[in-house]
């Protein structure tokens, strides 16, 4: 299996064993609405723009709500079965879902005191970091200093403001680089640079 499908499966276990109503790190989403907007992603293309375009969140949000009322069995079995062959999301599985499935994974696990990062091998964080790097450009976008994220290798990324004279580093393996650049709080980034920056740069509205 691909680490997107691996990550699907490790994700469906830990809602199974937290249930449908505990937190995630989604806002007030519970598991179930996780659940939902997983299952609305993939299998309602009709309703998913509403996730990205704001001028028709509430047809989305509508639909998703009926979705989540639905038996939590059922809907356990729609996220593990993935997209329906008729789906887009189907054919290019690896290239749209590694990420999702991987963040929302984390959402359901960091949501409860006591988490602790995992052990991914060499390949996930190889995959993780070419994500990170395109959604660092976003996440930290509006960040008055350069943002320099670095793994432990040693390989690093430059986003926020690159012609700034002050720069704050996020170390941290690929995983755990993503998750901050996602708007994650719940992560063990080191973060190092001026004191005032680092706390501004930590405080930014990261989410996609």
Same mark, same amino acid.
């Given at each position: 299996?691909?680490? $997107?499908?691996?990550?699907?499966?490790?994700? /469906?276990?830990s809602?199974?064993?937290?249930?449908?109503?505990?937190?995630?790190?989604?806002?007030?989403?519970r598991?179930?609405?996780?659940? $939902?907007?997983l299952?609305?992603?993939?299998?309602?293309?009709?309703?998913?723009?509403?996730?990205?375009?704001?001028?028709?969140?509430?047809?989305t949000?509508?639909?998703?709500?009926?979705?989540?009322?639905? *038996?939590? %069995?059922?809907?356990?079995d729609?996220v593990? %079965?993935? *997209?329906?062959?008729?789906?887009?999301?189907?054919?290019?599985? %690896?290239? $749209?879902?590694?990420?999702?499935?991987? /963040?929302?994974?984390?959402?359901?696990?960091?949501?409860?005191?006591?988490?602790?990062p995992?052990?991914l091998?060499?390949d996930?964080?190889?995959?993780?970091?070419?994500?990170a790097?395109? /959604?660092?450009?976003?996440?930290?976008?509006?960040?008055?200093?350069?943002?320099?994220?670095?793994? *432990?290798?040693?390989?690093?990324?430059?986003?926020?403001?690159?012609?700034?004279?002050?720069?704050? /580093?996020?170390?941290?393996? *690929?995983?755990?680089?993503?998750?901050?650049?996602?708007?994650?709080?719940?992560?063990?980034?080191?973060?190092?640079?001026?004191?005032d920056a680092v706390?501004?740069?930590?405080?930014l509205?990261?989410?996609?």
């Open positions: 299996m691909t680490f $997107a499908q691996d990550e699907r499966h490790a994700l /469906v276990d809602m199974t064993e937290r249930g449908a109503d505990a937190p995630t790190l989604c806002g007030e989403w598991n179930r609405d996780l659940a $939902a907007h299952i609305l992603r993939e299998r309602r293309l009709d309703a998913a723009a509403g996730i990205l375009v704001p001028k028709l969140a509430g047809r949000e509508r639909i998703q709500a009926e979705i989540a009322a639905r *038996p939590w %069995s059922r809907l356990l729609e593990r %079965s993935g *997209p329906p062959v008729w789906s887009p999301l189907r054919w290019i599985d %690896s290239l $749209a879902n590694t990420g999702e499935m991987f /963040v929302h994974h984390e959402d359901v696990r960091r949501a409860h005191s006591g988490w602790e995992r052990r091998g060499q996930a964080q190889k995959a993780l970091w070419s994500l790097k395109g /959604v660092a450009r976003h996440g930290y976008r509006k960040a008055a200093v350069r943002v320099v994220l670095e793994r *432990p290798s040693g390989d690093n990324i430059v986003v926020g403001a690159r012609d700034a004279d002050e720069s704050v /580093v996020l170390r941290a393996e *690929p995983s755990e680089l993503l998750l901050h650049a996602f708007g994650r709080d719940e992560t063990m980034v080191q973060p190092s640079g001026e004191p706390a501004a740069v930590l405080a509205d990261r989410g996609v």
